[in-house]
T-cell receptor
Framework: KQEVTQIPAALSVPEGENLVLNCSFT??????LQWFRQDPGKGLTSLLL?????REQTSGRLNASLDKSSGRSTLYIAASQPGDSATYLC?????????????FGKGTKLSVKP | TAGITQAPTSQILAAGRSMTLRCTQD?????MYWYRQDLGLGLRLIHY???????GKGEVPDGYSVSRANTDDFPLTLASAVPSQTSVYFC???????????FGQGTRLTVV
């Protein structure tokens, strides 16, 4: 059974810092790894999708990497801003089965202080 | 574009009553999903549909049913609500099961 873990559960940094959010998964047989952002009381916004054949994806100040062999993904945020404050979720895409398709971690709550 | 629309946005429901949460997408995605999000438990899959006419059970399907009569709509029904079904419900879709997933804004349901 796939399990996804995100560490730390919460993170507070001063504005301008570069930071890394971690995501680990137990079953390396995934087809993709997706990072989401969730603002309080809102839905999930897709940030980056890494296919299983890829090593990383970049969008603006965000860079996500994937290492299937070690069961890890990281989300790197450069030059953090207060507007980056949100909960960041990673989800591992699995092939079928009773668990369905996307298995989520519990998220890292990021606070960027001005 | 609207993407995924969920209705209602929030609802208070008496225990024992039935309710259908609506989900409509305009992206012509084949796959659709229902998740519930609970504090400390994260997002858990309730039911999914890989294509119109087919559905499957996720991690926590008990007490819920779904149907997928067409590509655009994926309603979630609670036949007889219980307080443990108090949660925030998210509908999602993807063009195929292996591609990027998009989420609706959620339905906050309180069962009293």
């Amino acid at each position: 059974k796939q399990e996804v873990t995100q560490i730390p559960a919460a993170l507070s940094v001063p504005e301008g810092e570069n930071l890394v959010l971690n995501c680990s998964f137990t079953d390396s047989a995934i087809y993709n790894l997706q990072w989401f952002r969730q603002d309080p009381g809102k839905g999930l916004t897709s940030l980056l999708l890494i296919q299983s054949s890829q090593r990383e994806q970049t969008s603006g100040r965000l860079n996500a990497s994937l290492d299937k062999s070690s069961g890890r993904s990281t989300l790197y945020i450069a030059a953090s801003q207060p507007g980056d404050s949100a909960t960041y979720l990673c989800a591992a895409g699995n092939y079928g089965g009773s668990q369905g398709n996307l298995i989520f971690g519990k998220g890292t709550k990021l606070s960027v202080k001005p | 574009t609207a993407g995924i629309t969920q209705a209602p946005t929030s609802q208070i429901l008496a225990a024992g009553r039935s309710m259908t949460l609506r989900c409509t997408q305009d992206m012509r995605h084949n796959a659709m999903y229902w998740y519930r999000q609970d504090l400390g438990l994260g997002l858990r899959l309730i039911h999914y549909s890989n294509t119109a006419g087919t559905t499957g059970k996720g991690e926590v399907p008990d007490g819920y049913s779904v149907s997928r009569a067409n590509t655009d709509d994926f309603p979630l029904t609670l036949a007889s609500a219980v307080p443990s079904q108090t949660s925030v419900y998210f509908c999602a879709s993807s063009s195929e099961t292996v591609t990027e997933a998009f989420f609706g804004q959620g339905t906050r349901l309180t069962v009293v």
